[in-house]
C-alpha cells in the first residue's frame, strides 16, 4: 500500500525579469515522484523550468515575470505503508 500527498510552496517573483528559483521537499520517509510550478499571472510571467532537486527529496523550478506576482512550486511525494 502507499501513501501520496502534494506538497507546495509560494514564492514571491518581483516583476523585474530576473530568474527566481523556488523549492519545495517532501517530509522524512516520503520520496518525490514528480512535480512542477504554476505563475499566478501567465500574462507576465513564465515558468522557465523544473526538475527534481539535486539530493532527490523534493522539487525545485525556475520562474520570472514582468510584473511583481507569486509562483507556486508543488511536489507528489509518496511513502510505502
Known sequence: MTDTIRVTQVVNVPGTGQSVQGAVYCPDGYTVTGGGATMGLTDSGIVAST????AGQGWSAWGRASAAQTMTVWAVCMRRT
Do not use: A, R
Open 51 to 54: 526538475e527534481p532537486t539535486t
